[in-house]
């Protein structure tokens, strides 16, 4: 073989570094690294956040079980959760008894019925809003998991066609000409890879979390509403 093309083979394979390849990239390619690397650096954003978000939710709702189930009134309770940044259960507790003390003043049997559906009614609105920060941008994730790899998939076959075209233009085969463009092409598919496994992964992960603080947070809103029948019923 040539010590000609040997040299410059071998300093094409030198030069085949992740950077290299970035900057030697078409185009469109460059679009498509930077757009998967923007999203895998974003998801990673939100699997942080959301790690804290649900241990500090259940951590709340931990502690909130404590102190409910402890003995003390509700009134007490109530009293001393007041000046809170409340979220989870203690949320839902405190917005039932705001909407408990508006409605105090009923004394018709048809009145405590009403207030019975309106302490319902006003529970579900709040494990709605709960739900809602638990589950915000869950779907920037699965959209990664999902749209990721053919992306990335788009980058080598685009990749692969300028390798192609490479080779046509020089009408040389050589691995000087042919590796740049197929390392590139890979490297695109590698990227999407990177961003949609850990995107899926912690997407299901977090879907099972919300799923587990949903039953709770209803779990503890019938029980709640359980309650207040019972203390309605002693009043009429």
Known sequence: MDPVAV???????????????????SLVVKIVMIGLTAASVWSWAIIIEKLLAVRRMNSANDKFEQFFWSGQSLEDLFLSMGNRNNIGLAAIFMAAMREWKRSQEASLRAGFQGVQKRIEKVMDV?????????E???????????????????????????SFQ???NSQNTNLAVVAPGIAEALFATAIGLVAAIPATIFY???TADAGKIGARLENFADEFSAIISRQLDERV
Do not use: C
């Open 7 to 25: 040299d410059t083979v071998a300093k094409a394979a030198g030069e085949i570094s992740l950077w290299h390849l970035v900057m030697q990239a």
């Open 126 to 134: 709040q494990i709605q809003k709960e739900m809602h920060d638990v």
């Open 136 to 162: 915000s941008r869950l779907l920037f994730l699965a959209t990664t998991g999902s749209a990721a790899p053919f992306i990335g998939l788009f980058g080598t076959v685009w990749g692969i066609m300028i």
């Open 166 to 168: 490479a080779i046509a």
């Open 204 to 206: 299901n992960m977090y």
